[in-house]
């Protein structure tokens, strides 16, 4: 058996919290130590937050630039005792905050990059494709957002790959974080926009103008009357595409730099966006063209059940018909059909899911503390052939003290490979 790959996901941004007034370069240090000595191979390390960057930028948004910018739109979506408070800061200036203190002190991309290469583990950067809610660029380009069905709401945050300016904007920051010669990207699912208010009907959103000219070339009717469930397979099919087509030109670019690609990767036919955040109302969606980003050498590696919740019986489940027998999860009886598919050409990872729910007991979590839930997951990349799993995060094994739980079940995972 190949060895399995033990994937930890940094987010530069909780990381912040640990640290009190700012971070530096012996935090990334002793951060990166701990990771190669408890068994990583890789980490990915988070560039921007809600679209705000965590690095020197000239393409996306500061947090200089998002304190002066009044994000009318997300406060509009706010409960009322957020949005009070939003609305009572937004577009002032603020006092300076650890991130613009710990940029003063680093650049904390280059910084751990440099870490990871003393310490020999793989460095990649993390891009959130759809969790921009913070971003200037959206905001001040609405158009550039996912539209809803009346055609002049948008998705707050939500960036719309129909959309050829909001393309474009994203390959520059794809570019300048191909500057600093990553092994690869992370393509992540993660959206906090979920976290809004979204009153509307299930599949309101995604009728941005290329998308709707693109359905009607094709089927001859208007976007706008879709009923059928043909109809709506054709639709979500079409926003696929041009996600799709996004991500090739990602690939072109990193393969030019060297890098390579790993792709978040929901399981079952459709990227469901939901809301509430991770119950079963689908506001948006689009078609999971997985099959196609292997056959046409799109992506190195699939990131399985991306930002979703493969060992627990949650909502957003239910639109997807998953409904695993007694004594199995999401994961164990997923898996096995893109493992098979796959057949060795790309890597097959699986997302661990928000693993401070185990910690914390949380009530409906499927493993009693972190030490089951790790063990659980070592069973099924035993039992399903994965070829690795990405955790998340490494902030969690900071703050629970659980790096020795990654520890454990890097050496179950090679006994194992070696019997």
């Known amino acids: 058996m190949k060895r ?28 990166i130590k701990q990771c190669k000595e408890n068994g990583m191979d890789r980490i990915t390390w988070r560039a921007a937050g809600w679209g705000v960057a965590g690095y020197p930028t000239k393409v996306i948004s500061t947090s200089e630039s998002v304190n002066l910018t009044d994000f009318a739109l997300v406060a509009s979506r706010l409960p009322e005792n957020e949005r009070n408070h939003y609305e009572e800061n937004c577009g002032k200036p603020r006092p300076e905050t650890s991130l613009q203190r710990t940029l003063k002190r680093m650049d904390p991309i280059a910084t751990a990059k440099a870490a990871c290469k003393r310490h020999g583990i793989e460095f990649y ?16 380009h609405p158009e550039c957002q996912v539209m809803g069905r009346d055609g002049k709401t948008p998705w707050p945050g939500l960036r719309s790959y129909a959309n050829a300016a909001a393309v474009e904007n994203e390959l520059e920051l794809v570019d300048e974080l191909l500057g600093y010669s990553p092994d690869g990207l992370y393509l992540s699912l993660s959206c906090h926009s979920r976290h809004l208010e979204f009153p509307e009907p299930d599949d309101w959103f995604g009728f941005e103008e290329p998308i709707a000219e693109a359905y009607k070339k094709e089927t001859g009717k208007s976007l706008f009357d879709i009923s ?30 060297k890098a390579r690609v790993m792709v978040g990767t929901q399981f079952g036919k459709t990227t469901n966006l939901t809301c509430p955040y991770f119950e079963g109302d689908v506001k948006f969606r689009f078609e999971t063209q997985w099959k196609r980003w292997v056959d046409e050498g799109l992506a190195d590696a699939l990131v399985l059940a991306d930002y979703e919740w493969p060992w627990d019986r949650v909502p957003t489940w239910i639109p997807k018909g998953f409904n695993p027998p007694a004594g199995k999860q999401v994961a164990d009886i997923c898996a096995p059909e893109y493992v098979e598919y796959i057949d060795g050409r790309v890597e097959a990872l699986i997302f661990s899911s928000w693993l401070s729910a185990y910690a914390q007991h949380h009530n409906g979590a499927s493993a009693a503390d972190l030490e089951g839930a790790m063990r659980m997951r070592a069973q099924t990349l035993l039992d399903t052939g994965l070829d690795g799993i990405c955790l998340h995060e490494a902030h969690t094994f900071e703050y629970y ?12 995972l090679d006994k194992a490979s070696k019997g």
């Open 228 to 257: 059928t469930q043909e109809e709506y397979d054709i639709w979500h099919r079409i926003k696929g595409d041009f996600f799709t087509e996004f991500l090739s030109k990602v690939k072109r670019r990193a393969d030019a730099k």
């Open 401 to 412: 003290d659980g790096f020795a739980t990654i520890a454990e079940m890097r050496a179950n």
């Open 4 to 31: 399995k790959i033990i994937v930890v996901n940094v987010d530069f941004f909780d990381e912040l919290s640990l640290h009190g007034e700012s971070m530096g370069p012996e935090d990334v240090e002793t951060l």
């Open 125 to 140: 950067i993390w891009i959130d494709v759809i969790d921009e809610r913070n971003s200037v660029f959206l905001n001040n």
